[in-house]
C-alpha cells in the first residue's frame, strides 16, 4: 500500500524559507513519479512540482519556479520540497502525491497533470506578511 505523510509546514515570515518532507513508503520511486500540490481553500490543486525518476524529468510550474527544488533521499524514502523567498500568496495546504509511472510521456508539463492516485494528508504553510 503507498502511503504518503508529510511534515514540516508552519509558520513563517515572507522572504523566508521552508523545507517539507514527505515519508514515503510502499513502492520504488523508478516505478512512480512523485509531485508536490498545494491548495488554497474555495480554489483548484495546484502542482508545484513533479518528478520521474526513471524518465529523469523534473517539472516545476510557474507559481513557485525558481523558488522550490524537489529532491529525495532514496535510502530514506523521504522527498523533500525546499521553499525559498516565500510569498503570502504561498499560503496553502501543501501535499505529496505518487503516480504510478505508466510510460514516458512527451510533454514534460503532464508529469503534473498526469492522474495521481495516491495523496499524503497535507501540511498547512503560511506566509505572513
Known amino acids: 500500500e503507498v502511503q504518503l505523510v508529510e511534515s514540516g509546514g508552519g509558520l513563517v515570515q515572507a522572504g523566508g524559507s521552508l523545507r517539507l518532507s514527505c515519508a514515503a513508503s510502499g513502492f520504488t520511486f523508478n516505478d512512480y513519479a512523485i509531485g508536490w500540490f498545494r491548495q488554497v481553500p474555495g480554489k483548484e490543486r495546484e502542482g508545484v512540482v513533479c518528478?520521474?525518476?526513471?524518465?529523469?524529468?523534473?517539472y516545476y510550474t510557474e507559481p513557485m519556479k525558481g523558488r522550490v527544488t524537489i529532491s529525495i533521499d532514496g535510502a530514506r524514502n523521504i522527498v523533500y520540497l525546499q521553499m525559498n523567498s516565500l510569498k503570502p500568496e504561498d499560503t496553502a495546504v501543501y501535499y505529496c502525491?505518487?503516480?504510478?509511472?505508466?510510460?514516458?510521456?512527451?510533454?514534460?508539463?503532464?508529469?503534473?497533470?498526469?492522474?495521481?492516485?495516491?495523496w499524503g494528508q497535507g501540511t498547512q504553510v503560511t506566509v505572513s506578511s
Open positions: 518528478q520521474s525518476s526513471s524518465d529523469y524529468i523534473t
Open positions: 502525491a505518487a503516480a504510478k509511472r505508466n510510460g514516458r510521456y512527451s510533454s514534460s508539463s503532464y508529469y503534473c497533470a498526469q492522474p495521481f492516485g495516491s
